[in-house]
C-alpha cells in the first residue's frame, strides 16, 4: 500500500467528537511525516496537524489547538485525528498525507507525497 486510507467521518452536531483514521505504508509512513489536511468548496486546502515519524514531535493550525490531537500508532504506519468539540466551522473533507522526504512535522503541503481519498466530516449546527 502506497497511497494512504481514511476513515471515521461523519455526520455530528456541533460540540460532538469524531476520531479519524489513517492506514498507510509501512515502507514510507513509518520513517517520514504524516498530516491531516482539510477542504471546504471553494477554498484551498489547509493544514490541520502534523506528526513526525517517531510519534515525538506535533504540530497544529491555530484553529484547532487545544481541540484536535494527532497521534501516531505503534506500528507508525496508522495516524488517528481525535476531534473534540467539533464546530460547523471545522465541516470539510479530510485528508491524510504522507511525506516521502521529510521527518518532521511540516505544515506544508509541498513536503507531502502521498495523498489519501478524503472522509467527509459535517458538523451540523
Known amino acids: 500500500q502506497v497511497q494512504p486510507v481514511e476513515s471515521g467521518g461523519g455526520l455530528v452536531q456541533a460540540g460532538g467528537s469524531l476520531r479519524l483514521s489513517c492506514q498507510a505504508s509501512q515502507r514510507t509512513s513509518s520513517n517520514y511525516a504524516m498530516g491531516w489536511f482539510r477542504q471546504t468548496p471553494g477554498k484551498e486546502r489547509e493544514f490541520v496537524a502534523g506528526?513526525?515519524?517517531?510519534?515525538?514531535?506535533?504540530h497544529y493550525a491555530d484553529s484547532v489547538k487545544g481541540r484536535f490531537t494527532i497521534s501516531r500508532g505503534h506500528a507508525k504506519n496508522t495516524i488517528y485525528l481525535q476531534m473534540n468539540n467539533l464546530s460547523p466551522e471545522d465541516t470539510a473533507t479530510y485528508y491524510c498525507?504522507?511525506?516521502?522526504?521529510?521527518?518532521?512535522?511540516?505544515?506544508?503541503?509541498?513536503?507531502?507525497?502521498?495523498w489519501g481519498q478524503g472522509t467527509q466530516v459535517t458538523v451540523s449546527s
Open positions: 498525507a504522507a511525506s516521502g522526504v521529510y521527518g518532521g512535522p511540516t505544515p506544508r503541503e509541498a513536503d507531502y507525497d502521498f
Open positions: 506528526i513526525s515519524w517517531s510519534g515525538g514531535s506535533t
